[in-house]
């Protein structure tokens, strides 16, 4: 949380889970140990030498992370794209004058980028940028363009940036007895509803899970 009160929408998520009983232990999971028997738990290795003996694991990982590569036997993660991420630094009422609470899309139709998002927070602007494969100097230049003048400072500059990969297509195989993936690692359409389809998603597994069973079949 910053001294704003503004937290990350995955902190919003964590947070009102434990708030609904769900227990949150900060560790990192070294070994999933799947079972041979589907009648059998599923083992975790965690960092501080201990073990849990659990009935489901739940991959919610995203595709930035070398665990989708190897989460279980079977698994192929979605392809993916690579975003150009960036913040701008600015002055809050500029943002006010400009931007408001809203976050701005601009379409460019070309081939490097398709389109470009500017979200307002608080003393910053974050950019991303959408297509195949986005470099920073792609990013610039495109910001060049005289649409973008109104919303932007006249002496912008770029304080940092990241290159995200993000899914285009669906996952193979995101299940098994007693596991599963959802979101970027399953399936979640950025270019049309990102949030909105991986929610779907794990709605979907959350029902099966709970009125049908863990079992492969039941998950596929």
Same mark, same amino acid.
């Given at each position: 949380?910053?001294?704003?009160?503004?937290?990350?929408?995955?902190?919003f998520?964590?947070e009102?889970?434990?708030s609904?009983?769900?227990?949150?232990i900060?560790?990192?999971?070294?070994?999933?140990?799947?079972?041979?028997a589907?009648?059998?738990?599923?083992?975790?290795?965690?960092?501080?030498?201990?073990?849990?003996?659990?009935?489901?694991?739940?991959?919610?990982f995203?595709?930035n992370?070398?665990?989708?590569?190897?989460?279980?036997?079977?698994?192929?993660?979605?392809?993916?794209w690579?975003?150009?991420?960036?913040?701008?630094?600015v +002055?809050h009422?500029?943002?006010? !004058?400009? %931007?408001?609470?809203?976050?701005?899309?601009? =379409?460019?139709?070309? @081939?490097?980028i398709?389109?470009?998002?500017?979200?307002?927070?608080?003393?910053?602007?974050t950019l991303t940028?959408?297509?195949?494969?986005?470099?920073?100097?792609?990013?610039?230049e495109?910001?060049?363009?005289?649409?973008?003048r109104?919303?932007?400072?006249?002496?912008?500059?770029?304080?940092?940036?990241?290159?995200?990969?993000?899914?285009?297509?669906?996952? +193979?195989m995101?299940?098994?007895? !007693?596991? %599963?993936l959802?979101g970027?690692a399953?399936? =979640?359409?950025y270019? @049309?509803?990102?949030?909105?389809s991986?929610?779907?998603?794990?709605l979907f597994?959350?029902?099966?899970?709970?009125?049908i069973?863990?079992?492969?079949?039941?998950?596929?």
């Amino acid at each position: 949380a910053s001294e704003e009160g503004i937290i990350s929408f995955d902190q919003f998520l964590l947070e009102n889970a434990v708030s609904l009983g769900a227990d949150f232990i900060r560790q990192r999971v070294n070994e999933v140990r799947w079972p041979d028997a589907p009648g059998d738990q599923v083992g975790l290795n965690l960092m501080d030498g201990s073990e849990l003996d659990v009935d489901l694991v739940v991959g919610a990982f995203g595709v930035n992370t070398n665990l989708r590569k190897k989460f279980m036997l079977g698994y192929s993660p979605p392809s993916t794209w690579v975003a150009c991420r960036a913040e701008m630094p600015v +002055d809050h009422e500029f943002i006010r !004058r400009t %931007l408001g609470s809203n976050i701005h899309v601009f =379409a460019l139709g070309g @081939k490097g980028i398709q389109f470009v998002a500017l979200t307002p927070k608080g003393n910053f602007i974050t950019l991303t940028a959408i297509g195949p494969s986005v470099k920073m100097t792609d990013l610039e230049e495109a910001l060049l363009r005289p649409e973008f003048r109104p919303y932007l400072p006249r002496d912008w500059k770029i304080s940092c940036h990241c290159h995200p990969h993000f899914p285009v297509t669906a996952a +193979d195989m995101p299940y098994r007895d !007693r596991g %599963l993936l959802v979101g970027d690692a399953c399936q =979640a359409r950025y270019l @049309k509803n990102g949030i909105e389809s991986a929610y779907f998603t794990a709605l979907f597994a959350a029902k099966t899970c709970l009125n049908i069973g863990i079992g492969r079949d039941e998950l596929a």
